[in-house]
């Protein structure tokens, strides 16, 4: 009798070590796939990027833009000013804001494990939007108007978390967040509409709707400058705390039993997330869908590790609002705002995603 024991058990060894050795093979394998496709969603960024350089209602030439780039001599005299102070922060602004959106939109949608949340889900872009309406409405200069934009948004995000901490303790605190988030955000639109019915028709309406639909046709290298190091540290942050929010997806009970604080963490990923969107608003104004369709697109590319999710996120982000830029800046004799194009270009795609997507992507 004890024989049989002594093979069965040798069986079973064998096969949890069988097991074991495809597990890490199917890992490694995974890893490279996943570091390769970030490795091409950078050179496809690239390209974009040294492509869009050239597009725009004054044409220029891939000759003339790469002997000014190795040489510094410039076959227009008008070259310089229009790739430096207005082609370039322009690019820059498409790449930083795209990619910020993004990282917040998944960072969001595994902190609250729901893949339709998105980077305003706690208010910030409602907030955003009131502290710029209000700020149109008495007059302000740009800057003015950027920090309103950028101090009500965080106002707006505090207000949400502060909400969902008065709520009855035997609630599930995600869900109470999410219904927090709701509330705030009703309460900002309703106080944008307000602005928009009492601003005078003839100057501040026209300047308040046009800053609500998105745009980078006004962005400058000061705007780039003061942006990049708010997304550059809070993508830093998320990505070393990356690895948690994967625990989290098996649920916040198991996550905890693993040593992970998730109160701190939910409180990490809010702060990071809605610095990068209130910044990113702050400059763009309202841009929709990036921040929810982008992160599903990436899962398809590296899967739903949050390792490689988030910079997947930063990369495709940032390639989709540059081609939406290009779009907007090449399309017709008018600039379109962004927003309108994000919008119509992110219903369908969001349909299709949901159309060829499966349990397994999550």
Sequence with gaps: MSHYKHIIYDGTFFAYFIAEVFYWQFLQVFMRYSSASLVIAFIVLIITALVSLTIGRYSISVEAMVEYITTGRAVD??????????????????????????????????????PMVSPDILGVSSGAGFGAALAILFSSGLAAIQASAFVVGLGAVFMAVTVSRFMPVGHDRILMLVLSGMITSSLFGALVSLMKYVADSESRLPDIVFWLMGSLSGITMREVIFIAPVIVVMFVVLQLVS?????????????????????????????????????????????GWIGLIIPHLARFVVGPNHRFLLPASFLIGGTFLLLVDDLSRTAT?????????TSMLGAPMFFGILKISTKRVW
């Design 243 to 287: 690895w948690k929010l994967n625990v989290l997806s098996f649920g916040e009970e198991e996550a905890m039993s693993m040593g992970v604080n998730t109160k701190a963490l939910r409180m990490t990923v809010i702060v990071c997330a809605s610095l990068l969107t209130a910044s990113v608003v702050a400059v763009t104004g309202l841009i």
């Design 333 to 341: 004799s008018l600039e379109i705002p962004l927003g309108i194009i």
């Design 77 to 114: 005299e008008n070259l310089p000013l229009l790739l430096l102070n207005v082609r370039l922060p322009r690019i820059l602004g498409a790449v930083l804001a795209g990619g910020a959106l993004s990282v917040s939109g998944a960072a969001y949608q595994g902190l609250f494990r729901n």
